[in-house]
């Protein structure tokens, strides 16, 4: 009998989390997991509490949903350091910097690539990549 490695469990995880938002262009799920592969933080891309769950703007950037990386970094109950987030999409610029800002995170495991046409333009780094110079291991499983 094979079982899943925790890589696995957290991708499952973040997948299983992207099926609650309601954003009909892109649902996103976010899973940390801390150094003994428990479960500490999950979220999904969605409105803040109280507002309507509806998509603002189909516009990149503009959609009015709060990430699923800031939910789950929102939601963590933090268990030293050493953690690993496991999300279905590469951070975005400003996801990976709060990501880096939490000082808990080592490890980050996503599947779909993502890019943000305005700063791959300006020849600015992706989320990956200021990941990777903040000293995070970064791994993409397609």
């Not at 940390?32 to 516009?59: F, K, Q, T």
């Amino acid at each position: 009998m094979s079982r899943p490695s925790f890589d696995e469990l957290g991708l499952a995880t973040a997948r299983l989390w992207a099926t609650r938002s309601a954003d009909a262009k892109v649902q996103v799920g976010a899973c940390i997991l801390d150094r003994h592969h428990r479960v500490v933080g999950v979220g999904y891309n969605g409105r803040a509490a109280g507002e309507p769950n509806e998509r603002e703007s189909l516009e990149q950037g503009h959609s009015g949903f709060i990430h699923a990386e800031v939910n789950a970094l929102l939601a963590a109950n933090w268990n030293g350091e050493g953690h690993a987030l496991y999300v279905t999409h590469e951070p975005c610029a400003t996801c990976a910097r709060l990501i880096v800002n939490s000082r808990r995170v080592g490890r980050v495991v996503y599947t779909s690539a993502y890019s943000e046409a305005l700063r791959v333009a300006a020849g600015l780094p992706s989320g990956a990549q200021i990941l990777r110079d903040a000293g995070i291991e970064v791994h993409h499983v397609p």
